[in-house]
């Protein structure tokens, strides 16, 4: 019964965000209030109906009721009790019953805290809001019903896919949904305001931290779901340009454009039709990226629902939103007016310059990761198109784009003076050719284009260091009042360095790993050593151990520095899931610093031996701290005060500190 | 016989999907060549051509058994004095173009490798342009000053 109860608040909610949808467009065309106000209340319930039925779901997996359909096809009784919670997401129905919770979320969100906004605006926000919600839930309530019984019940479940028990997997789709669904905000905002034909200051305002808060969740997901193959897949890769991967990653690159873009407008509300443009192509391609991902029309480890009338039913939303959304588009933008004028050298002309790599860059990946759909479909050939491409076409398009960075935060708004910001780089970029001079010279096997990425990474640690020293006035004011007035910063300068830093750190690490990286393997009988990069690690054995629903091999070796003294030990394994009989691999890592060194097991050569593979990877850990560091830089422009998210004051805003734009 | 496998497992792709477990970290030490100078050949190759049973993985990173069989076809072409290009010709004609994780620069592909290179470019001219009239446009608008004096004008007129 109670699993009844679950389907019928979907049903409900369904039925709410259809009232939600109609009622408040209606309203905030003839301009009535009460029909308006339906939005908020609608927008809430709905909210509560679909988490109502999400933790019916939860509870249905915790309990292991194998009545259900999906509790019996992904979860099993001996399971731990964090994998059984986590594994309700883990499937299809339920991952996207988890993306409609969130939708619902983010709307009563708006409906919250959005009592300061105009009340079209509003109602017309929700209503895009209602029609998202309206249109996933009807595609889960027609093809994805998480809540289909099974008679008579079977005693015992098949298991969640072992690939997935693993706390890196179980918390990646729920970031990543909080991510892509965030970016429905923006997008809501987007077709209100073309609905409406108007942009006013209170768009802007909103804009920009939902933008802020999507990007940051996104990124955490993106991020973790790369630690997640490196220390699972068993090779120690980290970016594999898999289609699915990109699914994430195009709506995290134009999403990237957007936070920039919306800065201008915010700030100069200028870039007006354009970040419309790129809040409904970001949530184009996170909707692209469900699609990708749930159709399985690339065939890849994300893709656990492989059901083509799933695919048509996705497709069909896919092409109703984006179609729908840049018709509107295009019948509405010319409302919109522009904004303010500048100098192509000048704050906005860099944040113009970042757009345009930005979108290049997404525009290569789209294309990269479609172009063998189409040429099957056009040719009928299967081409192939992998890592190498994405490597030669990526990489070269942002580059310019990461030279370019520091000198963005220091050109002045309207009209700036590059020369100006050159002489202010001097120090930054005099120390970042050091460094590439000492890595070339001193470390071992740095090729010229390993010391020169790792220069550009030490230019993007200088140069937010010397924005946030020459905004502070270091040396030209008593430190004391130096000290004060980098307290006194906007946290959003904060925000804009900490996020550059960010990025400096993660090209760090794949600079590092990708030119430095050390490999050795070799088949080992117990006693036999391995070296590798300075350490001599030792096998120890292999010994079986029982799990609570797998079995493995553990293997043991225990590793010595340059001078024979032993630093610690190791365990890497093999381990098969017995419900689904499906081998794993579990790396064994141990950290020295920023790098790891990286044991995985193959198979038994011949004559007994087993083959050992280790990697040294040096500085690895950085690739993955930078986007925390890039994730804390965006929270500390949430905390801006003039962008708390969710309250816009009413008041009008102070007139910004000067500090931003004084050139120091 | 070989490429009969091939075809078949090629077809039957879509049906292994994801559940097929993940290919554990693959060539083993009896497969390198003894002169260093060929194996680091085999393993630039490898990590180029794909491993068409599983998804996205190239030989070099698979251990499924054709990856393995490729990787070995690979070094006996190279043992065979066969220089780089004619051994991605060969393990081409044999799998398809499907095997080369890095599309081929033809025709077909012209689309795929040009796009980025004329996006860039385009891109930028119509920033450039844009830019260009919306200043123009600017200029051509009569200042505030102006304005006011053109009222003045027309109302000392009328």
Known sequence: MTVEIGHFALVLAFALSLVQFTVPLVGARIGDHRMMAVGAPTAVAGFALTALSFAVLTYAYIVSDFSVVNVWENSHSQKPMLYKITGTWGNHEGSMLLWIVILAAFGALVAWFGRNLPATLRANVLAVQGLIGASFMLFILATSNPFARLDPAPMEGRDLNPLLQDIGLAIHPPLLYLGYVGFSICFSFACAALIEGRIDAAWARWVRPWTLAAWLFLTGGISMGSYWAYYELGWGGFWFWDPVENASFLPWLVGTAMLHSAIVMEKRSALRIWTVLLAILTFSLSLLGTFLVRSGVLTSVHAFATDPTRGVFILAILIFFIGGSLGLFAWRANRLTAGGLFHPISREGSLVLNNLFLSTATATVLIGTLYPLMVEAVTGDKISVGPPFFNMTFIPLIIPLLIAVPFGPLLAWKRGDLYAACQRLFAAFAASLMVVVVVWFFVDGASVLAALGIGLSFWLFFGPLTDLVLKSGVGKVSPRVALARFAGLPRSVFGTALAHIGVGMTVLGIVAVSSLEVERMAGLQPGETIEVSGYTLRFDGIQPFQGPNFTEDQGHFTYFDATGREVGTVMSSKRLYTARQFPTTEAGLSTHGLSQLYVALGDQLPDGSIVVRVWWKPLVLLIWLGTVVMMIGAGFSLADRRLRVGAPSQRKAKPERPAAEVPA | ?158
């Not at chain 2, 060929?38 to 049973?53: D, F, I, K, N, Y």
């Not at chain 2, 990787?71 to 066969?82: F, K, N, P, Q």
């Not at chain 2, 930028?124 to 304005?147: C, I, K, P, Y």
């Open chain 2, 1 to 158: 016989m070989r490429q009969v496998i091939a075809r078949t497992v090629v077809a039957s792709l879509v049906a292994l999907s994801l559940m097929a477990p993940p290919a554990l970290a693959a060539l083993d030490p009896d497969e390198l060549l003894e002169d260093p100078a060929l194996e680091e050949r085999a393993r630039g190759l490898s990590t180029g051509l794909r491993c068409m049973v599983c998804q996205n993985q190239s030989i070099d990173d698979s251990n499924a058994e054709l990856a393995r069989d490729l990787r070995v076809l690979v070094r006996e072409r190279i043992l065979a004095g066969d220089t780089d290009e004619e051994v991605i010709d060969y393990v081409v004609s044999r799998y398809g173009e499907f095997v080369l994780l890095q599309p081929r620069f033809n025709l077909r592909n012209a689309a795929l490798w040009a796009s980025p290179v004329l996006l860039i470019l385009g891109g930028g001219a119509f920033v450039f342009f844009a830019a260009r009239n919306r200043r123009r446009q600017e200029e051509d608008r009569l200042s505030e000053e102006e304005d006011r004096r053109l009222k003045e004008l027309l109302e000392k007129q009328g």
